[in-house]
């Protein structure tokens, strides 16, 4: 059975803050990992994905793989309030994508 | 360009009424995916086609769902009967290639069985 695991949270910080959001998989085969934002009663939009052992940067947010360890992490800098919302980490090996359950971040002002 | 388009938006409906939940996938998407998201499950898929085929529809939960794509530009999720534990937000999404590539949601039907 494929899982991606997160903490479900709430994560709480300030605004300003870096957040940091966590992730772990059991499939070795994955190859690909993605995160998608999701606002209250809103649709997942992806947000970032990587595919290689290190970081990626885009913009506020930045993507960590260790393979090795079959972790993956979300950076976001300069935390606004606006980044509140469910956090969905998602694993794919050769086949479809395996969620997690999401963290919810909540930027307080 | 235009993005994963579902309909309704919101349904509400009796017990042992049949719904249909529709989706127009991005074009030239070649992959489709039905999900269902609970709080305590979190997104499910259900099923996913590949150029209109089904490929794996082994979590749809019982034979009372049931999935169609009868053409590149658009699918229904159909339930008959439906029953309260349904009720549950629908995603269709969608996707060019498979595995490593993101999938791209529509913005759901949230589904509520009286």
């Known amino acids: 059975q494929k899982e991606v695991e997160q903490n479900s949270g709430p994560l709480s910080v300030p605004e300003g803050a870096i957040a940091s959001l966590n992730c772990t998989y059991s499939d070795r085969g994955s190859q690909s990992f993605f995160w998608y934002r999701q606002y209250s009663g809103k649709s997942p939009e992806l947000i970032m994905f990587?595919?290689?052992?290190g970081d990626k940067e885009d913009g506020r947010f930045t993507a960590q793989l260790n393979k090795a360890s079959q972790y993956v992490s979300l950076l976001i800098r300069d935390s606004q309030p606006s980044d509140s919302a469910t956090y969905l980490c998602?694993?794919?090996?050769?086949?479809?994508?395996?969620f997690g359950k999401g963290t919810m971040l909540l930027v307080s002002p | 360009d235009a993005g994963v388009i579902q309909s309704p938006r919101h349904e509400v409906t009796e017990m042992g009424q049949e719904v249909t939940l529709r989706c127009k996938p991005i074009s030239g998407h070649d992959y489709l995916f039905w999900y269902r998201q609970t709080m305590m499950r979190g997104l499910e898929l259900l099923i996913y086609f590949n150029n209109n085929v089904p490929i794996d529809d082994s979590g749809m939960p019982e034979d009372r769902f049931s999935a169609k794509m009868p053409n590149a530009s658009f699918s229904t999720l159909k339930i008959q009967p439906s029953e309260p534990r349904d009720s549950a937000v629908y995603f269709c999404?969608?996707?060019?290639?498979?595995?490593?590539?993101?999938?791209?949601f529509g913005d759901g039907t949230r589904l509520s069985i009286l």
């Open positions: 999404a969608s996707s060019i290639g498979f595995g490593g590539q993101p999938q791209h």
């Open positions: 998602a694993a794919s090996g050769y086949s479809t994508l395996t």
């Open positions: 990587i595919y290689s052992n």
